[in-house]
């Protein structure tokens, strides 16, 4: 008599065989699927690399704010005024974000990547007004800008800025601690300009770390005759690396290794790779004025 069917043993060999192929394939599938992620981040950074100093070329050389003077008058030419037909909140045209939109071939596709690219389209259509939209989305760019050492966050909760304003106030010949020219960056290969990022994101009452942030926190902070860990360390001396779960700024400075362990990082000379979150401790990366990995300026 012929047989029409599957013995049981025959049926358990295929859901082996079956198991097996699924362990080999669905991994390399992920892996395709992350290296066609992290190649986009790649791209996007190169195009916001080029922006940046393309907007230094067009202003004599200087560096592009982090954040403009929330108390000085801020010309309207300086970035755009609406957005999508709704008017651009002023306090998010003084981020680098708005400044840097008009020197961008492509500002969705260098501002917003992969996942973040749905994060900003749902901000825009599911905010409670168009103007919240347009803020929260200003928040949330992937990456974010070294603000505190390159071009400087114009703002009193900038440690960097608030000590070189008093510096300066003492003496008006001192220069900046932050980077304010191109051309006097002296390590443009080695210092972090951008690089992928997380933020804390209020969701209603519950707060939330979501993929990209508009600024990063270098590790060390500066303190009474020396420097401070701005960032957790662990018992054994080590940075506390970032976690879904784990606060953005202090672990990690607002950095996201979301690339397989490894952060997108754009250096002002304009080149981009891919860096391990453990290189990102030393202010050498952060500083171009860094003597050692912990420097950071004294307070007086």
Same mark, same amino acid.
């Given at each position: ?53 393309? #907007? ?31 008017? +651009? ?6 981020? #680098? ?14 501002? #917003? ?11 825009? !259509? ?40 008093? +510096?300066?106030? !003492? ?39 979501? !993929? ?20 957790? +360390? ?67």
């Amino acid at each position: 008599m012929r047989r029409t069917a599957f013995t049981i043993v025959e049926m358990l060999v295929v859901i082996a065989v079956l198991g097996i192929l699924a362990g080999i394939i669905l991994p390399a599938v992920n892996s395709l699927s992350s290296s066609a992620s992290t190649t986009h981040e790649r791209a996007a950074a190169r195009g916001l690399i080029a922006g940046w100093r393309q #907007w230094s070329l067009e202003h004599s050389g200087q560096l592009l704010p982090g954040q403009l003077d929330l108390a000085a008058p801020l010309p309207a030419s300086e970035s755009p005024v609406v957005f999508n037909g709704t008017p +651009i909140p002023e306090i998010a045209r003084r981020r #680098w974000i708005w400044q840097l939109i008009p020197y961008l071939d492509d500002p969705v596709a260098s501002l #917003w990547v992969n996942d973040q690219r749905g994060f900003w389209e749902r901000n825009l !259509q599911n905010a409670s007004d168009p103007a919240t939209g347009v803020y929260l989305t200003t928040l949330h760019p992937s990456f974010g800008l070294n603000t505190d050492f390159l071009g400087g966050r114009q703002s009193d909760a900038c440690d960097i800025w608030t000590l070189t304003q008093f +510096i300066q106030s !003492q003496d008006d010949g001192a220069q900046p601690l932050f980077s304010d020219a191109l051309a006097r960056v002296r390590r443009p290969a080695d210092l972090i300009a951008f690089a992928s990022s997380r933020g804390p994101f209020q969701d209603g009452t519950a707060q939330q770390t979501v !993929q990209g942030y508009w600024r990063l926190a270098p590790p060390w902070k500066p303190a009474a005759g020396g420097s401070s860990p701005r960032w957790d +360390i662990t018992e054994n001396g080590r940075f506390v690396s970032p976690e879904p779960h784990t606060d953005p700024e202090s672990t990690g400075g607002f950095l996201s290794p979301r690339n397989g362990h490894r952060i997108v990082v754009a250096a002002p000379d304009g080149h981009v790779n891919l860096q391990p979150f453990e290189a990102m401790g030393n202010m050498r990366r952060w500083a171009d004025a860094a003597t050692g990995p912990h420097w950071a300026p004294s307070l007086p």
